[in-house]
């Protein structure tokens, strides 16, 4: 079945303590993204990736960081969580940023 | 700046209308990507339609069409017909063609209710 996959689905953490959400496409897509989702502010884009080893930031960066070593994985890393990067977070591939989007499940992060 | 904008943050309409959700959007570029998802109470997030800038036929999905006016950077969706199952926060989202930019820009969002 072709899906996106995230890990973990919910996650509770404290300030500081180092985070990361895997994401991983069985799809062959070239385009891999995430976004954060807050009540209001719609979906912003964090992080994109065009192809293994291209990553560029998106809207709201700061305080993520990402890396794309395989075309199928596109991992989140929050070296220092803070309390205003609880959201809920999803990941996303497309053939390319034209084509359609299929999005993971969504990660519900609380960072306290 | 990139924008998208969504005026409406809450619609409400009966079963079996029509609604029309707004966007608007900004950029300088001439050929893009325009695209409208829907998010049910699940999360899951699904396409609904989508329109290449340089082809002016309004794209069309079943009970889903779009309203494509260039020149006012406008993209509005109309939902014929409406469904309980069409109850959903409704984005849309903008992307440049070509280039180096790879970047989406989603709107706010438009959380729509269907009314039996």
């Known amino acids: 079945e072709a899906q996106v996959t995230q890990n973990p689905r919910y996650l509770i953490t404290v300030t500081g303590k180092k985070l990361t959400v895997t994401c991983s496409q069985n799809m062959n897509h070239e385009y891999m993204s995430w976004y954060r989702q807050d009540p209001g502010l719609g979906l912003r884009q964090i992080y994109y990736?065009?192809?293994?080893?291209?990553?560029d930031k998106g809207d709201v960066p700061e305080g993520y960081k990402v890396s794309r070593k395989e075309k199928r994985n596109f991992p989140l890393i929050l070296e220092s969580p803070s309390p205003n990067q609880t959201s809920l977070y999803f990941c996303?591939?497309?053939?390319?940023?034209?084509?359609?989007?299929?999005f993971g499940p969504g990660t519900r992060l609380t960072v306290t | 700046a990139q924008t998208v904008t969504q005026s409406q943050p809450e619609m409400s309409v009966q079963e079996a209308e029509t609604v029309t959700l707004s966007c608007t959007y900004d950029t300088s570029e001439s050929n893009y990507y325009l695209f409208w998802y829907k998010q049910p109470p699940s999360r899951q997030m699904i396409l609904v339609i989508r329109?290449?800038?340089?082809?002016?036929q309004n794209a069309t999905e079943n009970r889903f069409s779009v309203n494509f006016q260039k020149a006012a950077k406008s993209f509005s969706l109309k939902i014929s017909d409406s469904q309980l199952g069409d109850t959903a926060m409704y984005f849309c989202a903008f992307t440049n063609y070509g280039g180096s930019q790879g970047n989406l820009i989603f709107g706010k969002g438009t959380k729509l209710s269907v009314k039996p």
């Open positions: 996303a591939s497309s053939l390319t940023q034209y084509h359609e989007q299929y």
């Open positions: 990736s065009m192809n293994v080893e291209v990553t």
């Open positions: 329109q290449e800038a340089y082809k002016q």
